[in-house]
């Protein structure tokens, strides 16, 4: 099993910044990618960005937040980060943390590719 714990989340107002973090802990040598989806209310979980943990290096990014976010990985302290910037309204939403174990190269922005999932951090933009 393994488990992550997201946290970073909070109120900025258009145009700020906030840093996730999803720390893991558990089996995580069993991971081989993580990401982070996010779902605002009365909407479906998207995938916001992922990475490879491993030796490759693959960044994937859902079209709305390229050259906005950045996924980034500290395998030493199996955390993984999400730096948003230019933050918009259209951003709010609960960001989850996800971790998945197939091996193989995926579309990684893909929610039933995950094993193991967060509880979530609220991120909410004011305009």
């Known amino acids: 099993q393994v488990q992550l714990v997201e946290s970073g989340g909070g109120s900025v107002q258009a145009g700020g910044s906030l840093r996730l973090s999803c720390a893991a802990s558990?089996?995580?040598?069993?991971?081989?990618?993580m990401g982070w989806f996010r779902q605002a209310p009365g909407k479906e979980r998207e995938g916001v960005a992922a990475?490879?943990?491993?030796?490759?290096?693959?960044?994937y990014y859902a079209d709305s937040v390229k050259g906005r976010f950045t996924i980034s990985r500290d395998n030493a302290k199996n955390t993984v980060y999400l730096q948003m910037n230019s933050l918009k309204p259209d951003d709010t939403a609960m960001y989850y943390c996800?971790?998945?174990?197939?091996?193989?190269?995926?579309?990684?922005?893909?929610?039933?590719?995950?094993?193991?999932w967060g509880q979530g951090t609220q991120v909410t933009v004011s305009s």
């Open positions: 996800a971790a998945g174990t197939r091996n193989g190269w995926f579309s990684l922005l893909l929610p039933h590719l995950y094993n193991y």
């Open positions: 558990g089996y995580t040598s069993s991971t081989n990618y």
């Open positions: 990475i490879y943990t491993g030796g490759r290096s693959a960044y």
